[in-house]
């Protein structure tokens, strides 16, 4: 019966993802080892003691509401990508974008937040982190808004519609995974600090 | 997530095949053929280089009094008045041969170079995911080249710190010369090489996931594919952890950060770190250093078990333990990492932890050697170049693996670690293994990579030479080691305790350079034979995988028509009752009704059921172009 199975399986050409796709989402398994090893070595680090302790900026709350409004925003130009609402789709992408770059405005007002605590990128490490949390996921923010507004450019050319979904979804898939990975910094540093 | 049918992948490329100049086709190739020979004359290259420079520091462990003077043209200023060599560049030299061995050689020149040149002609494929990805994979493992090459020619020399470089040695400009501008482009070149590996490793998945022919399931797939495929799933989870290393190590370096710094007085002044922690490097280092190992190796174990069963003309045994070992062994090279570091001061329980899930992985790497001995065990062995050093890498597995259950053990660790005796258990268990899985890869697809057959004699006589020459270099190391001398040092003779084994060390020494100089009958072959070879058949060893189903010098494309399809596991090997003592995969079932075996008649009849329907909708296809 398996020999059967493994034969069936194996008679039809394997039908597969788009390679590009599937890349995609091997690059944010990537993207998580470093943010995964990079949030271990905090705990580890903090375990040790001699351990700053500091309020977190109480901009995050509203980046993170940003940053959850952006992957909506995202949404609605992926359902209107699909219904062949071109119009729509631009001005959803053109939203987000701008939603992604009000995200790193804030961010850089949480550094300033940061700093009017006296706490430094050089100093404590507890303080270090957080700047290379931030640091990191900002770089790859500007990278999503880059993409996005690659989209954007293709979508003026009537290159997106619903017969032509692959850049638009991978664009969506990093955005999100974007926005994810911001909560669960913004969740790890809650629970963590 | 959509599906895309990627068949009509196979239409793109066909209008590759012409217009190649010479700079599309050897240089920015995007071939995969040409990009596994670039990493493989390029790790050809680092080898050379990371060789000569371990003679060169064997020669001041086994000849302490010789003049060094000879060596002034090539290292300048780093050989004294007197003939000695510095010691800061004895330190820059082991480090230099580590990092250039472990990475450009083992990890860049042997799974760079096989899985890009096997993974798409092994499973039916015309090129990777992206042949441009794959590209940059290798420019970029160039450029890494090009920084860590210039590295070694700094006033203060390379990277010093050992290829682990940890901090707080490896963070401070002022602790040694070689964490000067060295160290900083150590971690230059590393970033580079983390994003070429990444992107070769993202490609090799993709490719095995996606790009496989017609009937080639994951149950048919050779056992090196699966060993590539593996390897570049650890590649894919541990060098971004390294790049974390790296990140932070950077900050403290160049930032002024104390990730890793913390108290440090030099010459009775504080430094202004506080708060750092070393271990934490050793931990974020480790959980790449150590799946590194298996990076290493898979791929040459993989080689190995295609090499040896072709050669034994035998199925390989068990092919599902092989599998499930490699399994086992990629999962657990993901939670034994703190075994490196059983003396940091790491809690002792947590170190019982460690030697356990360590312990077991002795199973599956002894599930995979019994199945090499079981594959060869009366097989009608031809002793090919590649047989050989297959045969040779099982041995040395052997031998080096063993002492692996003695390192694993925490308390006997405390007696053994950084001594010579780990030097001997990982060169003979990883480096020499996968070096010798590396050249047996090499003798045996040679045919395929440029046409022509290398030297049999010379490749006899190169293996002879190496496989004693290996053991007499290392096995001495276990009693060095045992005795207690650690490695790192500069010199044995100042320590009453170690003097003893001057002679022992004059022959580890001896023995190096003649291993070494052997090496050099492999390169005279291997350039020799390109070009002056003698011509190949197109099956020379009458192999079963698809790689040799395509013509003697495959264009970008791999196949002039369809890509052949599947109907049958690689490894039909003196099947009973078949006339030839191999049937290639790409023969189906129904053809050979006189060797199959009861199970496979009930496929015939699905098979020639399947088949009808194609030949149905190829017609249908064909009628609707014509209308």
New interface residues.
Partial sequence: ME??L??????????????????LW??I???V??FA??T??YI??QG?G???EFNLPDIFWYTSAVIILSSITMHWAYVSAKNDALDMLRLALIITSFLGFAFLVGQWYSWVALVDRDVY??????G??LY?FTG?HALHLISGVIFLIIVLISSLRYKIHSQN??QM?MCVTYWHFLGALWIYLFMFLLLNH | ???????S?DVEHHEHEHHDNFITKYIFSTDHKMIGKQFLVTGIFWALIGGFLSIVFRLQLGFPDMNLEFLRPIFGGWIDNTGKLDPNFYLALVTMHGTIMVFFVLTAGLSGTFSNFLIPLQIGARDM??GF?NMLSYWFFFLSSVVMFCSLFLEKGPAGGGWVVYPPLSALEQAIPGSGLGMTLWLVAMTFFIVSS?LG???Y???V?????????F??LPLTIWAFFLTAIIG??????L???A??LV?DRS?????YL?DIYIGGEALPN????AV?YQ??FW?LGHPEVYIVLLPALGITSEIIATNSRKPIFGYKAMIISMLGITILSFVVWAHHMFVSGMNPFLGSIFMFLTLIIAVPSAVKVFNYLTTLWRGNLRFTPGMLFSIGLVSVFISGGLTGIFLGNSAIDIQLHDTYFVVAHFHLVMGSASFFGLVAGVYHWFPKMFGRMMDEKLGHIHFWLTFVGIYMVFFPMHYIGIAGFPRRYYTWTEFAFSDMYTDLNMFVSAAAIITFAAQMILVFNFFYSMFFGRKASLNPWRSNTLEWTTPLHPQHGNWPGEIPS?YRWPYDYSKPGSKEDFIPQTIPLSATPESNLP?EE??VN??KE?IAEEGQILVANETKEES
């Fill in positions: 020999e059967k493994s034969y069936e399986e194996g008679a039809v050409q394997p039908l597969s993802m788009h390679p590009k796709k599937f890349a091997l690059f398994v990537s993207v080892m470093v090893s990079l271990s070595a580890v680090r040790e001699n351990w700053l990128f050089v100093g404590n490490p507890s270090s982190f290379v990191l979904m692959a979804e | 997530m959509a599906v895309a049918n990627v068949s992948h995911a992206s990805m990444l490793g993202i490609n998945i993709t490719t996931i996606n790009l496989r022919t017609k009937g080639m399931s149950a048919r894919l989870l541990s060098f971004p952890v790049f974390s290393a990140l932070l900050f930032f002024g950060t104390s990730f913390s506080t708060g750092g922690s934490l931990h974020l959980f599947v199970h009930k496929l699905l098979e399947i």
